[in-house]
């Protein structure tokens, strides 16, 4: 391919209100081009990497025994309204009206549609089980789009779903889809982590979650150099609390003025922040018609992990209670709650830590005051002890590795969905003793788009983009210093003819730019090997250079097609090894 | 593939709502799924067969040197005001806002976007000519969406960009579109005009039309044997009038009780319909604040070709006026109008066939009264004489060929835009003398899912779908006849296994179902070639049937792949040559 004919807009600057490198360089390289906060073009060569992707990803799928299919973009809201999804989706979800007022949404996934297709066209097990999956444009309307690609209002995905009439079916496709997926990235290079997630609205346990590590990421990851690794929300470690022996002393309030924080307390008291307990109070909705409140109890340099509290409540929403409601059930403020004397109508959850203390300090349900010695059950009560504090970076992950954090860009979901839509939408089979019963579902999806923004996350560089082979738009690029010299355009184009009859794709930079320009935009496109042909052509020499690590060498021009392939083979393998 | 592994919901009933014949069988051969009106379902035999379309177009597209991207569909409304089309595209266009109350638009089509990107991304001649496409789903509000998926609301296009800095740029990337497009449509198997199109709301002279005979296409086509071809709109044939050489009798006014149209007035008055002359009366805006009565006059047994009518007014609209807009002017209700005495600021329009009649009868604008014996310039003026009708079957075109009708399906459009966009939005280069100039630009579009409608049409029977080889789902229908015998199931096994190793796509019906179930399910999917496998495996004999004749014949299965690619040679030699 010429690069004359090509669409590639680099650009010296990233636009002013990048932050990503992701996004700085793919806009940078004349991959994207932003039409509209958090909706953008793929130009030319960020669509080939995509492509490739899509390559990739229908390999894999077939492997796994899935077919693709393509479902509208553009849905009725029926289904959607039978759901609840129309409503709990929130303001994420893009509505419309067709001319004769009738409600539509732009798809942001497709559950409802895929569980109508299956209740309308399979009655009976024996047409299970059954694995679909389509690579579609999806769309949701962010409240802050950011990142570029990486969180954007419409965007491509992998969506997938599976149908069986027993569980069996449901494990066997959810281990199949797993292994594609791992496969998936594995092929594309990416370094990535497999976790326990929290599986959030899409409703059903038995999740897994694939993340990207990457400084843009918006989770936090709590992973081991085992193979441990969880969301922050989830993560448990290693109880490593000892019971504190000194003998209980005499329960004593004490004012704390100003004193707001933890840490605020402890100067006040002149103690450590460990021995304070920090009080906080939630209110948690049980149903459309039930809420309780509950007071939650934490060792004062721990923090609190709302989806264990929920977990454990099982509870449909989790709320830090307002400050009215603070002071109407507790009496005092925020910073100087605690579980002294308080209301047997208020439920008080303690997390393990607390368990082993004694002689606490803790808020008074008083502004200003605190008391010091606090001891369980003589002091005051706690109904529930539990793990709902988060875990800390080198604390003992249950693998038995110590626990490091990194920022995570997530690509990937697996859920076993269960019965729920099936039994929303009616999507029943006759099972083998031919009794109707809810289609056991899963959905697997993967970001294809934010894929890009991933891979550039952990690869470019200051100079820009650094694509591993397996999803490049190009293998090579081939640059002839000065175009308008015939010798380097001959022999550069003998170069791409003869790279191009070994299989490679190669992008030919016959622009009549200044060498300067030619190779910064070079490093910008970030083609795994530049083959540069310069004065030295005269003499049948040409220099090779890995885009990855700078490194070059020199070969004669009938040498060039056998040491890229040497060179992409190893690269290959260097990305495979890197991403383990 | 194993037919079990993949979702065909064949059915013995076509919707009740079905007219086309495309529609009744894609939805019975289990190939596409309502989800709501207009809003279609790709199942995975559907979309298989797209993806081969989408692949023959990508070959074509790179031969031709365009380049692939991808815009969002979702498209913020500004663009669309400024270019005036937000208003000016109507109820078809799909409008929504985001959460911010921003105003978006579900695209369409793309020359708003394109502009634009081009404008940002390229500010000299020397980036240019450059021909980018993209194959995406379009959303177009259909007032009556039907016949499937061939007028839908979301739909799929392969819409291309032409963007040169000269006319030599435009005519040469113009040039190899339409090349493309011949390709494409010829490879495909597909029995299509070319025609000079009514270029309609796209702005732009220089169009050319690609269009598929077929019963339920919405166009009338007027075509020879020789190589003319024109939407009715345009087509011309050649002037045979003769004049009329009786002498000009005196004007008579009749009375005409109850004769409101032609035939009616010709009956009342004892004369033939062609001696009648047909007077419509039309109001023509000429612009924003401008309109103009017209009133044209027409041959008796002669339509109203508005289109023609339209370009010689130069007007933007032409309605035919209302009721009381014409008792207005002349006095008289429609089917008792007539050119004598009418005010002199009123224009009259001619057919040139009015021009050689003498002694013509015409309303007497009074209403029950017709004048016989009016004659031009004698009775009454014509301000213009012109080809201002439909041409008829059997009149001889340019070509000098006899012109037939056909009703046709639009599947392909390519326009010389010109700067109409680049101007509006300001997308200007710097040409090789330094000067800023319009982009000028070319729009290319091929409806990609209304081929397979168009396809089914021309090639479906009673029995259901027959696709061309290069685009069915798969090549051969292997079919065992009862599956629970081993050696049957044993022989289709190796059967599959050594036609997917000489390279062809193969469907398994492995099955469980009666045999009558899988051969008339094999009628409806329509693969090229079945090959069954039935009591005479045993003898290691098979038989082969052509779908599209029926032919069938005895092979030994050794000679299966042989056969198979015998066979599927010549047919795809029939489509092209039937095509043609």
């Known amino acids: 391919m010429l690069q004359s004919k090509i669409l590639i807009p680099t650009k ?15 806009v940078r390289a004349g991959y994207i081009y932003q039409v509209s906060a958090g909706v ?23 492997k796994a025994g899935a077919v693709e299919m393509m479902m509208p973009a553009l849905l009725p809201a029926d289904l959607w309204k039978e759901s609840g999804r129309y409503e709990s989706y929130g303001d994420n979800l893009f509505k419309l009206k067709d001319r004769r007022d009738r409600d539509f949404i732009m798809g942001p996934t497709h559950e409802e549609t895929f569980t109508e297709v299956i209740r309308d066209s399979i009655k009976s097990y024996k047409k299970l089980p059954l694995v679909v999956y389509q690579l579609q444009d999806k769309f949701r309307d962010e409240d802050r789009p950011r990142y570029g690609i990486l969180r954007g209002k419409e965007f491509e995905m992998l969506d997938g779903y599976s149908f069986s009439a027993d569980q069996a079916g449901l494990d066997q496709a959810y281990e199949l ?19 326990l997630a929290d599986s959030g609205t899409m409703g059903g346990k038995n999740s897994q979650e694939f993340s990207a590590p990457a400084e843009v ?5 709590a992973y081991t150099d085992g193979d441990y690794a969880a969301n922050l929300e989830k993560a448990t470690s290693k109880f490593t609390g000892v019971q504190q022996t000194a003998e209980p002393k005499e329960l004593e309030k ?10 605020e307390a402890a100067e006040s008291l002149g103690i450590e922040p460990d021995q304070i307990i920090k009080t906080m109070f939630y209110i948690a909705k049980m149903s459309e018609e039930e809420a309780e409140p509950v007071l939650v109890l934490m060792r004062g340099n721990d923090e609190v992990n709302e989806a264990k509290l929920k ?37 008080i959850y303690a997390d393990n830590y607390v368990k082993v203390m004694v002689n606490m300090a803790c808020g008074a349900n008083e502004d200003g005051y605190h008391y010091i010695n606090a001891n369980i059950d003589r ?41 729920h839509y099936s039994n929303k939408l009616g999507a029943q089979v006759l099972d083998n003793n031919g009794r109707l019963v809810d289609v056991i579902m899963g959905s697997y999806g993967i970001g294809v788009s934010r894929l890009l923004s991933a891979v550039a996350e952990q690869t470019a560089d200051e100079s820009g983009l650094v694509w591993p082979d397996s999803i490049a738009p190009f293998d090579v690029h081939v640059i002839p210093v000065n175009a308008k010299k015939a010798d380097q355009m001959e022999m550069a184009n003998e170069i791409t ?43 049948g020499i040409v220099e090779i250079k890995i885009r990855k690590t700078g490194e070059t060498v020199e070969v004669k021009t009938e040498e060039v097609a056998n040491t890229v392939g040497i060179l992409l083979k190893q690269l290959s393998g260097q990305d495979a090894n890197e991403a383990k």
Chains 1, 2 share one sequence.
């Not at 594609?180 to 976790?195: P, S």
């Not at 004490?254 to 840490?263: E, F």
């Not at 009215?324 to 925020?334: I, N, Q, S």
């Open 12 to 26: 010296k600057e990233a636009p002013s209100d990048a932050e990503a490198l992701s996004h700085k360089m793919m």
């Open 497 to 539: 003819t003869n790279l191009e009859k070994a299989g490679y794709e190669v992008l030919l930079d016959d622009r009549k730019e200044r060498a300067g320009v030619k190779f910064a935009d070079s490093d910008l496109i970030g083609l795994p090997i530049r083959v540069t042909v310069g004065k030295k052509a005269a003499d």
């Open 217 to 221: 990421g918006e989770d936090i990851i």
């Open 311 to 347: 977990d454990e409540l099982g509870c449909e929403e989790l709320t830090l209670a307002s400050e009215e409601d603070t002071v109407k059930y507790l009496g005092a403020h925020p910073g100087s709650l605690g579980p002294v004397n308080v209301d047997e109508n208020i439920k």
């Open 379 to 419: 002091d005051f009560r706690v109904d529930k002890f539990g793990d709902f504090r988060n875990v800390k970076e080198g604390e003992i992950a249950p693998d038995g590795h110590p626990i490091k954090f990194t920022p995570g860009i997530e690509i990937g979901h697996i859920f076993k969905l269960g019965t």
């Open 254 to 263: 004490k004012p704390t003025p100003g004193a707001h924080s933890v840490d």
């Open 40 to 62: 953008w073009a793929y130009l030319p060569m960020a669509y080939r990497v995509i492509r490739k992707v899509e390559n990739i990803i229908r390999q894999e799928m077939d």
């Open 177 to 195: 889809q797993a292994k594609a997926y791992r496969n998936i990235f594995d092929r594309i290079g990416l370094d990535y982590k497999v976790i």
